[in-house]
């Protein structure tokens, strides 16, 4: 497990540096108001990716215990065309999302489904490797695709952003289509006689907790970009979202570890081995964010003004250290999520997300127009927390866990030593 782990840490994290160096070059190329507008295009596709969810999301992992690969894949993809339509009305309807890009937000949330449904597929069906690769793929063509378009074609608008995300995930689909094809190509017979209908309304009901879970979690951290806008502008997204994505970055550690977490618990039915596999990733998972945060803590104002982005991106160093807190709290969460999520408990995983969506929403009707942007992002670490104390409280009662649990010992430092000398096993 720890071998898959660090596969995944080490992949996620080399697109987390070609990430940072692209959120540089939109800064340089693009200003900040070009960053805000593809932070809001970002923000709407995350969202709409919600939606996708109820037939395309974490819940293919759980239900490839279920049914075959093969019988999973044509619902997944039909539903990223659907799903995004539906999505898409709605939110244009509710005037969220930008002018002249509806288009071009449904044609990457449909590309962004059907790639995140198939790494699904390939996670759930062992293929790390594959799994890997696509998000490689994903994150890191990206960065090469924008360079060219910024400073070989000379096209520095938010439009060549719009077309290298076409062509990354274009190449990421195909990609992952390539090395789910074995899976696709065999099936469980003892699996496949369950009527189509009984098996859509399973997973319906299923994802619907899913999506819920997910739309109030990512509306947690993201829901502010369009308050923002409305009070301040796209220059202030654009600074919000610049201080956001060098915070989130330690995300990769968490979300990395969730996923195996995620894979491993939902293929055994041993509570005492989930509350194990849970309890130990939690240790890792919170040293290793607390460690992070506090390293770009230490980063002064001056490197980011004067050297990484421009002077008009001042007061970035307050957004980082008003949403450290919250990176922390809710990293350490997404263990917990999964392990609901992995062990057919998604409703308390919906339930917390729920918690922290309330407290976002009043936290931020005080703090945001009194504290401007610093207020908001604070507001984001306290609904975070509200999440985790919610998480650690379930899980604690669930499991029988005491406070002695959920600190790291003697046992998990030699479970980490032994690991890393048979990094094979």
């Known amino acids: 497990m720890l071998k898959d782990i660090l596969g995944v840490v080490g992949t996620r994290y080399l697109i987390a540096i070609l990430n940072f160096a692209l959120v540089l070059i939109n800064a340089k190329a693009l200003g900040i108001e070009g960053v805000g507008m593809i932070g809001l295009i970002i923000a709407c596709i995350s969202i709409i990716l919600i939606v996708n969810g109820v037939f395309s999301g974490n819940m293919l992992v759980y239900f490839l215990s279920r049914y075959p690969a093969r019988r999973l894949f044509p619902v997944a993809s039909v539903w990223a065309f659907v799903g995004s339509g539906a999505a ?10 930008p002018e002249n890009y509806l288009a071009d937000i449904y044609g990457l949330s449909v590309l962004n489904a059907l790639v995140t449904g198939n790494m699904r597929l390939l996670l759930g069906c062992g293929r790390i490797k594959g799994f890997n690769l696509t998000y490689l793929l994903q994150g890191g063509l990206l960065f090469f695709f924008v360079l060219y378009f910024y400073y070989i074609a000379g096209r520095r608008e938010v439009e060549a952003y719009i077309w290298s995300a076409y062509l990354t995930n274009g190449a990421a689909f195909l990609a992952s289509i390539a090395w789910l094809l074995p899976d696709l190509l065999k099936g469980k017979p003892e699996s496949t006689g369950k009527p189509l209908s009984a098996m859509l309304k399973e997973m319906f009901a299923y994802g619907l907790w899913g999506v819920a879970d997910n739309m109030a979690e ?26 956001t994505k060098i915070s989130e970055s330690v995300w990769h550690i968490s979300r990395s570890i969730a996923f195996i977490e995620y894979s491993r618990i939902a293929q055994t039915a041993d509570r005492a081995e989930q509350k194990r596999i849970t309890l130990r990733l939690f240790k890792f998972t919170a040293l290793a964010l607390t460690a992070t945060m506090a390293a770009i803590l230490l980063i002064p104002e001056r490197i980011y003004t004067g050297y990484l982005f421009s002077p008009e991106f001042a007061g970035i160093r307050n957004v980082i250290g008003a949403l450290s807190c919250g990176i922390i709290a809710l990293g350490c969460h997404s263990i917990f999520s999964h392990y609901f999520i992995g062990s057919g408990k ?24 009194a504290y401007g942007i610093t207020g908001s992002a604070a507001s984001v670490s306290i609904a975070s927390v509200a999440m985790l104390l919610f998480s650690l409280c379930v899980f604690a009662r669930q499991t029988k866990s005491t406070l002695a649990d959920f600190l790291p010992d003697r046992n998990d430092y030699l479970y980490l030593k032994e690991k890393c000398k048979k990094p094979s096993k």
Do not use: Q
């Not at 947690?220 to 610049?242: K, M, P, Q, W």
């Open 218 to 243: 990512t509306c947690t951290t993201r829901l502010n970009y369009f308050f923002i806008e409305r009070l301040a502008g796209l220059g202030s997204v654009g600074l919000f979202d610049a201080g």
């Open 88 to 97: 898409c009305g709605v939110m244009y309807g509710l005037g969220i999302i």
């Open 346 to 369: 998604i409703k308390y995983s919906t339930a917390a997300s729920c918690i922290g969506l309330a407290t976002l929403l009043i936290a931020g009707y005080y703090l945001t127009p």
